[in-house]
């Protein structure tokens, strides 16, 4: 009898633990986080690259005021984070600032590109480094760690102090695959950031240290360099004679639709794109 | 049975449920973060992530050696730094200082636990990594195991403060009458009584201190560099180990989940794995020390 | 005889030498342990003095009272980030509190009943115990992972207040849990005693007796568990999404004022406006400690009169 007593004690305690947990849960079987686009007072979600993050800040700024009552929340976590939300629709857009993987395309074939813009990526360095101008071979040394005195490059006899992305930004893979090839690796003791906004504060602050970074970031908080002779500018990407250039994608799972759509458009207008322009990236149309 | 009786019961099981709801949470951690861990371990092997020092997601490469080894040797300097400090501390509140100046120190004590630790990132990355920078040998970054280790000894100053003057204050009054009695100077009443009959308290709240220093994240990225390398000296003298570069095990999370798909978000729980075992490890230690001392209290 | 004297002489000698060279010992070392205590105070001095002083130049209403823009170039002000703090602060709360205080209350009130003798149940509590103590000693990012594992992925409910208050909730549990205890253990038996004798049940003494007493220590728990989340930053980076929008849903991302600060630091050259962040920051962690130390004082005096 006592023991029915203490079992009944114990199972009522269970189902009550499991209805709290489901409690806790239960927002997420409605709703989900990809709420219906065209309703009246809609979020659209982005999130992904850090590169791609300021701008679409910036677009969803101007698109919301044309278009009041919707939320265009902008959130970061990097290229592979962006290709994922989209591919598994946890967000309405993912960003990208490298080309989309063929493995990435084989796990979630709805994914459909949107190029916005297309950018550079600069080679920078902290102010007081005299030299400005680099090959790409140098840069390679430099960055697998074959060249480590900034003497060798015309320079002080200081230690070159490399900074890096973290493995997975869309930045670093686009540098890798343009610039360090197939076989040589990005040292291993370059100092690392995740993301653009910590590679300029690196680099501005930590004098003889070098590293590249998207064009939309450069100011002159750091020293660009030229690559062959051509400097880093939108001109020179955009005709092509500045050879680091990657595209920036957003990604959406199956056809846009609603808002969503809207947004996108609106990226691609000539409006969109004049603010693409602005924040000193290349237009695509 | 009436209303409140049936009420009385109800809530009795209600109670209960939120009683074992801790139980659930930490086998819930530990369930979640193992099942996400299980592709690397799997995949990659156990030797090929603990005992190999080359991270390369791009190449498939996940060895984190270089990341504990980075942890335990910021968790050193910390120690090395703050243990001192704090026992100076705490020596200080429970023997030394009159009560007026105890009732400054002891809230100055509380306030530095206090303060979030993106704070003490902030101030690190302001003053310090500037201050080391100045030390010249090449390849001097200023960010790294000096720097970090600094910030992590102020911030566990206040667990071992703590829990060192709970200790020295547990030892009964009359071991220190006695000692007084035999002719003893109060300095040596301290060293010489006071702080054996304290010590395994002490020892306790040293090792809750490294429990913290290896659980410190946000300040640790801010600070330490991220490099994914063995520290090693930067120059012929071995002190300047202090100034390389790291990456500790919290950082790789922090830094790279956001970051990460497939085995390399798996291989990144499983550095979980890896943390989360290791403070178990170092809080299992100190508790079963704290409960030796209740032990033997209530033996005495 | 002269000789005897000469010794006695001699050994007072030594005994005095040797009592001085304890009491100079004795002197540096009480002189070294004032110098500990004194550079822990510097320590904090000189952090809290610092990031004050330099924040207070970027302090105004216009910072208070405006939010973020500019994307990650760091404009703006905070607004957005105190409202989400806010918000984050009274879901976590709302999501631990009850749990932490009946956990207490069954724990402290109920554990050691003659009903629950079954050694199942006893040794679940011990395990109950064992597993807040767990709890309450790992580390922030753990948290953060597994909250990104369950709720964010598992659960989908996204980057979200929601994930980050569920995940931020076992951080602050055992704080919850350890204070309310001990605030149920000041209260004298004769309260329970008095109120069964009247014919109260257990839950009836419970409710109008022993919590109303024990109100300042689970207050003090609380606000406690204020300060823990506002300084977080580790599970919030992995959780909250970092979106500087004031969030209208408890689904929506956010980012609170640690870690707009973080972002700021890291992200941004603005440093004057992190340390304007932090400066707010700082002031909210002195705000709650002196809160704190005037709810503790309130419920010390509170036993002494029960006494």
Not at chain 1, 36 to 49: C, E, F, M, Q
Not at chain 1, 226 to 248: C, F, K, M, Q
Not at chain 3, 2 to 27: C, Y
Not at chain 3, 73 to 96: D, H, M, R
Request: hydrophobic share 50%; glycine share 10%; with cysteine.
């Amino acid at each position: 009898m006592k023991s029915t007593k203490k079992n009944i004690l114990l199972v009522v305690s269970l189902l009550l633990v499991a209805a709290l947990v489901a409690a806790c849960s239960a927002p997420s079987t409605p709703g989900a986080p990809a709420a219906d686009p065209s309703a009246d007072n809609a979020t659209v979600t982005l999130s992904g690259s850090t590169t791609v993050q300021p701008l679409a800040e910036k677009l969803a700024e101007a698109f919301m005021t044309e278009n009041t009552g919707l939320r265009i929340d902008v959130q970061g976590g990097g290229s592979s984070v962006g290709v994922k939300a989209a591919g598994q629709a946890t967000s309405d857009i993912g960003m990208a600032s490298r080309e989309i993987k063929e493995s990435e395309l084989a796990e979630f074939p709805n994914l459909k590109i949107f190029v916005i813009a297309r950018d550079g990526i600069a080679i920078v360095a902290h102010p007081d480094v005299p030299v400005s101008d680099l090959t790409v071979e140098q840069v390679r040394d430099i960055f697998s760690g074959k060249i480590t005195n900034w003497k060798d490059l015309g320079g002080d006899d200081q230690n070159i102090i490399v900074v890096s992305r973290e493995e997975g930004s869309g930045t670093r893979a686009a540098f890798e695959e343009m610039v360090m090839g197939e076989d040589a690796l990005i040292a291993a003791s370059a100092i690392l950031q995740a993301s653009n906004g910590a590679i300029r504060t690196t680099v501005s602050t930590t004098p003889y240290s070098i590293a590249y970074l998207s064009f939309g970031y450069l100011d002159d908080t750091v020293k660009s360099i030229s690559i062959d002779g051509v400097a880093p500018t939108e001109p020179n990407a955009a005709d092509g004679s500045y050879p680091i250039v990657r595209p920036l994608n957003m990604l959406t799972n199956g056809e846009p639709a609603g808002m969503v759509k809207a947004f996108l458009d609106f990226i691609l207008s000539e409006a969109g794109q004049k603010l693409v322009v602005e924040d000193g990236y290349i237009p695509v149309k | 049975m009436s209303a409140r009786m049936i009420a009385d019961k109800t809530v009795k099981y209600i109670l209960f449920a939120s009683a074992i709801i801790s139980i659930i949470i930490v086998l819930a951690i530990g369930f979640f973060i193992f099942r996400e861990s299980i592709e690397a371990w799997t995949e990659l092997g156990v030797g090929e992530i603990l005992f190999r020092t080359v991270w390369r997601p791009g190449q498939d490469q996940f060895g984190i050696l270089a990341m504990i080894v980075g942890s335990v040797s910021v968790t050193f300097g910390a120690i090395l730094l703050g243990v001192p400090l704090a026992l100076g501390c705490a020596i200080f509140l429970a023997e030394i200082a009159p009560s007026a100046v105890q009732s400054v120190v002891r809230p100055a004590v509380q306030l530095l636990a206090g303060i979030p630790s993106v704070v003490y990132g902030l101030f690190g990355m302001v003053i310090l990594v500037p201050l080391v920078r100045r030390i010249n040998v090449p390849g001097n970054s200023g960010y790294g195991l000096l720097a970090a280790s600094i910030v992590l000894a102020v911030m566990i100053l206040p667990t071992i403060a703590s829990v060192a003057e709970d200790a020295i204050r547990a030892v009964p009054e009359n071991y220190r009458h006695g000692s007084l009695a035999l002719g003893a100077t109060k300095w040596q009443t301290i060293t010489k009584v006071v702080l054996p009959a304290g010590k395994s308290g002490i020892i306790a709240g040293v090792i809750l201190g490294v429990g913290r220093a290896l659980g410190e994240t946000m300040a640790m990225i801010m600070v330490i560099g991220n490099s994914v390398i063995v520290p090693k000296p930067l120059s012929g003298n071995p002190l300047t180990f202090f100034l390389s570069q790291a990456r500790t095990l919290t950082g790789n999370i922090a830094v790279e989940i956001n970051y990460a798909t497939g085995v390399h978000e798996s291989a990144l729980f499983a550095t979980g794995v890896v943390l989360f075992g290791l403070i178990m490890i170092v809080n299992a230690s100190a508790r079963s020390i704290i409960r030796g001392q209740k032990f033997i209290e209530k033996a005495n | 005889m002269e000789n005897r004297t000469s010794e006695i002489a001699l050994i007072h000698k030594a005994q005095a030498q040797n009592l001085k060279k304890e009491k100079t010992r004795q002197d540096f070392w009480v002189a070294v342990m004032w110098l500990f205590g004194l550079i822990t105070v510097s320590i904090l001095v000189l952090v809290v003095g610092y990031i004050l002083l330099e924040g207070v130049k970027a302090i105004n209403w216009e910072f208070l009272t405006t939010s973020p823009k500019g994307g990650l170039s760091g404009e703006g002000g905070i607004s957005t980030t105190i409202g989400t703090t806010f918000y984050l602060v009274s879901l976590t709360l709302l999501v631990a509190t009850p749990l932490g205080v009946g956990a207490a209350i069954f724990l402290i009130e109920y554990a050691g009943e003659q009903s629950l003798s079954s050694k199942f149940l006893r040794s679940l509590i011990g395990v109950a115990n064992f597993a807040v103590e767990t709890l309450a000693g790992i580390p922030s990012i753990i948290f953060g992972l597994f909250g990104y594992a369950l709720f964010v992925s598992t659960l989908k409910l996204g980057f979200s207040l929601l994930s980050a208050a569920l995940a931020g909730a076992c951080l602050v549990l055992p704080t919850i849990i350890r204070t309310t205890e001990e605030a149920l253990l000041t209260v004298p038996d004769d309260y329970r005693r008095g109120s069964l004798a009247l014919g109260a049940t257990k839950w009836q003494t419970l409710y109008k007796v022993v919590l109303p007493a024990s109100t300042p220590g689970i207050i003090t728990g609380i606000i406690l568990s204020v300060g823990r989340v506002i300084s977080e930053t580790a599970i919030f980076y992995v959780t909250l999404g970092g979106s500087y929008r004031m969030p209208t849903s408890v689904l929506d991302g956010g980012r609170t004022l640690a870690l707009h600060l973080y972002y700021l630091a890291m992200d941004t050259r603005a440093f004057d406006k992190a340390m304007g962040t932090g400066a707010v920051l700082v002031v909210m962690i002195i705000l709650i400690n002196l809160l704190i130390d005037l709810v503790s004082r309130k419920l010390t005096t509170g036993v002494r009169k029960v006494r």
